[in-house]
């Protein structure tokens, strides 16, 4: 199934033995191919998943089993079909999904793209050729087509959140707008499933009337974290779907653990977290982050 990195409090007592009760790791992290791990895992075991794949074509770590640096963007959605498939089956039956995705544009004609000395990782060695049936240039449309296909594969399509990001990186393009924003939708295994309004709800206009019900566009900056060669999704998106999708307590999912966001936001919310990542480099981030050793 991978090798589990076990930060639950009864597996890592003397390492947590400093934290205080509220500090205590309510997390474990397993580090395989989230396609075989899961197949170790229970019908129903987990209440909400919240998770971020990689995006197409940006980034190959080489490691044999990763998602996102398949030659044909098809490829990818259905492997992500296929993952978000075995990850349904661990849902409890009026369990959710929140999946973040960002959009990618055609190449344009490029096929090799130089590594990013900045960013180890980064460079691919090749760029995906266009997908047929776009041009150059194209924007993919990625985040709609994964979700059309995972509605087709029997998910409950709810709602695409925008996150806009205020401080989103400039782009030197002059024949476009600057991309700001990406996609979070929420699915659900069943047509009735829990969704807690009262935890997400938002400030009104004017602030004396109170609270709202959360609105679509999520006005969130990006929360770089030291050490990750890949988009990390601020803590206070991930809260708003923890808090919505699950209760104190209850188990929630990442295939994707990255440096552990969904962790250290389950920790704070008191949910326990299951992640699974399946670059040992990545795992040791998120566990020493979650251990807040760095
Ligand atoms: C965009 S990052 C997730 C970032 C995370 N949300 C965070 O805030 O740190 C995607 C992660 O998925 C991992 N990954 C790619 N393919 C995978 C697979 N088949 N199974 C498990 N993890 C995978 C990558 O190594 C990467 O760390």
Redesign the pocket.
């Known amino acids: 199934m991978g090798k589990v990195l076990q930060l639950f409090p009864e597996f890592e007592e003397d390492l947590q033995s400093n934290l205080s009760e509220t500090e205590r790791n309510l997390c474990e992290i397993v580090v395989g191919?989230?396609?075989r791990v899961l197949l170790g895992f229970p019908e129903g075991l987990f209440q909400t998943i919240v998770?971020?794949?990689?995006y197409w074509g940006l980034r190959d770590?080489g490691i044999e089993?990763?998602?996102?640096a398949e030659m044909d963007v098809n490829a990818y959605i259905s492997n992500l079909v296929v993952l978000f498939r075995e990850a349904r089956r661990t849902l409890a039956s009026d369990g959710t999904l929140w999946l973040n995705l960002g959009d990618s544009y055609t190449s344009g004609g490029r096929t090799w793209r130089d590594d990013d000395a900045k960013n180890k990782g980064r460079g691919m060695s090749y760029r995906a050729p266009t997908p047929t049936g776009l041009k150059p240039k194209d924007l993919i449309g990625i985040p709609w087509r994964v979700a059309f296909a995972l509605q087709s594969d029997g998910w409950y399509l709810r709602s695409d959140m925008i996150w806009n990001k205020p401080n989103c990186q400039p782009e030197s393009v002059k024949d476009r707008p600057t991309r700001s924003h990406e996609y979070i939708f929420l699915f659900s295994k069943s047509e009735r499933y829990f969704y807690d309004p009262e935890a997400i709800k938002e400030p009104t206009q004017d602030k004396r009337q109170g609270r709202k019900n959360r609105r679509s566009v999520w006005n969130i900056n990006t929360e770089p974290?030291a050490g990750?060669h890949?988009?990390?999704?601020p803590r206070s998106l991930a809260r708003l779907c923890v808090a919505a999708g699950s209760k104190e307590g209850d188990r929630v999912l990442d295939?994707?653990?990255?440096?552990?966001?969904?962790g250290v936001v389950c920790n704070e919310l008191r949910r326990q977290c299951t992640g699974?990542?399946?670059?040992n480099e990545?795992a040791d981030l998120a566990r020493n982050r979650l251990l807040k050793r760095r």
């Open positions: 191919d989230a396609n998770t971020s794949p990689p770590y089993g990763q998602i996102g974290y990750a890949f988009a990390v999704y295939p994707f653990f990255g440096s552990g966001t969904t699974i990542e399946i670059s990545y």
